[in-house]
Every structure is written in C-alpha cells, then in structure tokens.
C-alpha cells in the first residue's frame, strides 16, 4: 500500500518544519502519511488501528477508481 503510520505524541510539535519536510519526501517517493496522534493510540488502541484500516481501505478504492 506503500502507507507510512506517523504516531505523532508531543515531541512531534517542535518538529512541526521537519515533519513537514519529511512527508513531502515521502510523498513525492510515492508514499502516503497518515498522522495518529500518541494519545488515541495509548488510550484506545482499537480506535487507532480502525483508523489505520479505514486509511488502507479508502486507498484501495481509490487505486481501484
């Protein structure tokens, strides 16, 4: 699916221009970022990984379109 899962926790707000450039060189590699936030992940991990299956099920119809 080429899709890179950033768990982005507080650490990630300083690196606000640094992010930024790394997913622009992730996506012009082909790649999709989608960003969860730490906190979804510690307190409901389930919620977390729908998310993730959501993304890859809309990039599947989209490949398919």
């Known amino acids: 699916m080429r899709l890179v899962v950033e768990v982005d926790g507080r650490y990630h707000t300083s690196r606000a221009p640094q992010d ?8 012009i590699a082909g790649y ?9 992940v510690m307190a409901d991990l389930g919620a977390a990984v ?4 959501a993304e890859v099920a809309r990039m599947r119809r989209e490949r398919q379109a």
């Not at 930024?20 to 996506?27: E, G, K, Q």
């Not at 999709?32 to 979804?40: G, K, N």
């Not at 729908?50 to 299956?53: D, E, I, K, L």
Request: hydrophobic fraction near 50%.
């Open 32 to 40: 999709h970022v989608l960003r969860i936030d730490a906190e979804l």
């Open 20 to 27: 930024t450039r790394r997913d622009r060189a992730l996506v």
């Open 50 to 53: 729908s998310r993730v299956a």
